[in-house]
């Protein structure tokens, strides 16, 4: 990869276990029970597709091991360091510095231009601003997005809009990329410019990614498949 990128976060210690672990996840909304009793291991490097249909739990997993929601029970960490004994300020820096999130639609901000929301990452961990628009314009090039870096997201076609969503997610070289159906509102093509971008670079990056999808084709793009059904993993696939 290119050597102009230079990680926020200091080189980690090589991890010997899982790089993010669930126990006994359980979490309910009023009287729903949204996750009951989870269990999951993921290495680093992975892609981990989380599959199952709409109302399955598996987008309030997805925000359990990424520290947006706590556990009502159980326990989440990350390289050996629990996540939800953490402060929402714990919680919020680790999200910052080591965990990237594409969602569904993008969620851009609107008053930006393309390169501007790619930066905004960099300058919450302190990069100075001549090296966060480099560095931003470098992913974008990657990206296949490169003259497209002074339009607003209101200018781009939904598949452009998310790559630059996935440059940003990517450009603080995140441990962790969480994906919450990236490729819902997309068309077939461009689902799967979206997805070969982001597979292929966090793979460039030895990025572990946790990939939440209904749809089958976007799931193939991972190495494993594990299923939701009613709050619990049901099953798991390749």
Same mark, same amino acid.
């Given at each position: 990869m290119s050597t102009s990128i230079v990680p926020v976060a200091t080189e980690p210690a090589a991890t010997t276990g899982p790089?993010? &672990?669930?126990?006994g996840l359980t979490r309910s909304f009023g009287?729903? +029970?949204?996750?009951?009793?989870?269990? *999951?291991?993921?290495?680093a490097g992975e892609i981990l597709a989380v599959m199952g249909p709409s109302g399955s739990g598996k987008s309030t997993l997805l925000h359990l091991l990424a520290g947006v929601l706590t556990p009502? &029970? !159980?326990?989440? &960490?990350?390289? !050996?360091?629990?996540?939800? %004994?953490?402060? +929402?300020?714990?919680?919020a820096r680790l999200r910052l510095t080591a965990f990237g999130f594409v969602f569904q639609f993008g969620q851009l *901000? @609107?008053?930006? &231009?393309?390169?501007?929301?790619?930066?905004v990452p960099l300058l919450l961990t302190g990069v100075h601003r001549r090296d966060a628009l480099a560095r931003a314009h470098d992913w974008l090039g990657r990206l296949d997005l490169a003259a497209d870096g002074d339009k607003? @997201? !209101?200018?781009?076609s939904?598949?452009?809009?998310?790559?630059?969503?996935?440059?940003?997610? *990517?450009v603080t070289e995140p441990r962790v990329l969480f994906a919450d159906e990236p490729t819902g509102s997309l068309d077939s093509l461009a689902a799967e410019k979206v997805m070969l971008a982001l597979t292929d670079l966090a793979r460039a990056?030895?990025?572990?990614?946790?990939?939440?999808?209904?749809?089958?084709?976007?799931?193939?793009?991972?190495?494993?498949?594990?299923?939701?059904?009613? %709050?619990? *993993?049901s099953g798991t696939g390749r």
């Open positions: 790089l993010l &672990s669930a126990r009287l729903t +029970e949204a996750v009951r009793g989870i269990d *999951l291991d993921i290495a009502d &029970s !159980g326990t989440v &960490s990350f390289d !050996g360091d629990r996540v939800d %004994g953490l402060d +929402e300020a714990g919680r *901000l @609107p008053d930006l &231009s393309a390169l501007d929301n790619v930066t607003l @997201p !209101g200018e781009l939904g598949g452009q809009a998310q790559r630059v969503a996935v440059a940003r997610a *990517l990056s030895d990025t572990t990614v946790v990939l939440v999808t209904h749809d089958p084709r976007t799931a193939a793009y991972a190495d494993r498949e594990v299923v939701v059904r009613d %709050g619990r *993993l």
